[in-house]
């Protein structure tokens, strides 16, 4: 049992403390993956806290019957999706009034960066094609379901090969280009 | 931050995750498994940056496609072979310099193993030159040569032996020296005729050896006798017919010194001495004595041994039965 689950349950058993904890921890950990999955969004804190008081109202009533964190993750999901909807229509309106979409900002790269990124991939590409021609099927845009059939190998081979290729570059960015 | 994944199941799809590879069912694991997890959660913020530059830097996404292409098919195969053995690491660790140095630690002992081949083949080589010369002398000497004369040797004569080069001609298998005149061919072996007599006459000696070896026996009886100051010890009083190792002690002798040992017999008088006896176990202090058992006869026996640390002299009797 992981700590989450042992907090949830101390908490619904009635511990201030444990709720407190739980509180902290899953605001803490709702803010981040909300930053990560609303990229660039300013109101990513709102959304995070807006999860995070439906998560503690429902501790509260004793309806979360399922995994904490899983019920936890759900409802960002959901806020997320409530927001994402809200932008868009917010967008369509804006457009409608005023002509214009919101400018699509692409993330810019610094040269030094890409360069590195460029070196290390090639530096994975020599010994481990099959991890560099994933990558580049994946910046092709075809689906996972595509890659596996195109390669011929099984999903959770597809899993792996990612996983590595990523440790692979990791390791080579925090060596600075070496491998 | 967490230094471990709590689920290294759930979290190999780490990257598929990040790049929107899981299907949603997936997705929703991970992301629950994402709040558990500190390091997952830590992993995705870290990497979101370098994630995001992979898949919308347009200079990436073509160096990419140029380092790989999308099916493994539609690379060539010295491409692929290349890439192998010459990958892009230190270049110590390309598998190309491992095995360049393998073939270099490997010649020298090819050239071992050729060398000692050489060897084997000049120690065999009269005897192929020998072989050699005959086929040369069947096909060749048929222009000038007749068949063995009318009393029936099975000779030849080189007649021109200068004109042949060294491998033609004819060799003696016993002396190795060129034949250079009739010479005696036995058992598709030519030998001078000197040799050849020489060879029967070693070959009778080697025969008789051989049949004498086969005939006597190889392992002689031996008979054990240990006697002490006081009493002889043994089952049985020992008998003609077997060679006889004689056991006695030896208490105050000093080890790598040379000892008189003299075996008496009651009538005959001394049938054996050693001036230099130092067959002394280290252990028990006991002597060893191998008796043949042509040295011996029925009768009383008096083992006498002399030498430093004794005093006077010990003495053993025994006896020895018919």
Redesign the interface.
């Known amino acids: 049992m ?1 700590s ?1 689950d042992e907090l949830f349950h101390k908490a619904v058993g009635g511990d201030k403390a444990a709720e407190n904890d739980l509180f902290r921890i ?1 605001h803490e ?2 803010l ?2 909300a ?2 999955k609303l ?1 660039g969004d300013a109101y990513y804190e709102d959304v995070a806290s807006e999860a995070c008081r439906t998560v503690l109202q429902k501790l509260r009533d004793g309806a979360i019957k399922s ?1 904490f ?2 019920y ?3 409802v ?2 959901n806020t997320i999706g409530n927001h994402l909807q809200k932008v868009k229509r917010r967008n369509e309106l804006m457009e409608e009034l005023h002509g214009v979409e919101d400018e699509q900002t ?2 810019t ?1 610094d040269p030094i ?2 360069k590195t ?2 070196d290390c ?3 994975i ?3 481990h ?2 991890y ?2 994933v ?6 845009g075809y ?2 379901e595509e ?1 596996c059939l ?2 011929a190998i099984k999903r959770n081979t ?3 090969w ?2 590595r ?2 440790e692979l ?2 390791r080579c ?1 925090e060596k600075g280009g070496a ?1 | 931050m967490s230094k471990r994944c709590c689920n290294s199941e759930i979290g190999t799809l780490i990257h598929a995750y990040e790049l929107n590879q899981l299907t949603e069912v997936e997705t929703h694991l991970f992301e629950d498994h994402l709040l558990e997890c500190e390091f997952c959660l830590d992993e995705v913020s870290n990497f979101q940056e370098i994630c995001q530059t992979v898949l919308t830097d347009n200079e990436i996404q073509q160096a990419l496609k140029s380092l790989v292409p999308r099916t493994p098919q539609s690379e060539p195969v010295w491409s692929r072979l290349f890439r192998r053995l010459w990958p892009e690491t230190n270049w110590l660790l390309r598998p190309a310099v491992a095995y360049i140095a393998i073939l270099v630690l490997i010649y020298p002992a090819y050239l071992g193993f050729k060398e000692g081949a050489i060897q084997t083949y000049e120690r065999h080589a009269p005897l192929q030159r020998i072989e050699a010369a005959r086929l040369d002398q069947d096909t060749a000497g048929h222009e000038e040569q007749a068949a063995p004369d009318a009393q029936g040797w099975d000779y030849s004569q080189d007649q021109d032996t200068a004109g042949h080069e060294e491998h033609a001609a004819l060799r003696c298998a016993f002396c190795g020296k060129i034949i250079d005149g009739e010479y005696i061919s036995y058992s598709g072996e030519s030998y001078h005729a000197q040799c050849g007599e020489t060879l029967a006459t070693i070959g009778v000696e080697l025969a008789e050896q051989f049949f004498q070896f086969r005939t006597e026996p190889q392992v002689r009886p031996v008979q054990a006798l240990v006697l002490t100051s006081r009493l002889r010890v043994g089952t049985r009083t020992p008998s003609l017919g077997a060679d006889l190792v004689i056991s006695f002690p030896l208490q105050g002798a000093e080890m790598d010194r040379n000892y008189t040992v003299t075996l008496e017999h009651e009538k005959t008088g001394v049938v054996f001495e050693d001036t230099a006896f130092t067959d002394i176990d280290r252990y028990d202090f006991s002597g060893r004595l191998y008796v043949p058992a042509e040295l011996l006869k029925p009768g009383k026996y008096v083992l006498s041994v002399k030498g430093p640390g004794l005093g006077k002299g010990l003495s053993y009797p025994f006896e020895i039965d018919q």
């Open positions: 992981n989450l899953i950990r709702l981040r993956l930053k990560y990229r995994a964190s899983t936890a993750s759900t960002l999901r692409s993330p790269s960066r890409r990124i460029i991939l090639r530096k590409a020599g010994p094609p099959e560099a021609r990558l580049r099927m994946v910046v092709d689906t996972s890659i195109e390669l597809y899993y792996v990612l996983f290729a990523r570059l990791k960015l491998l």
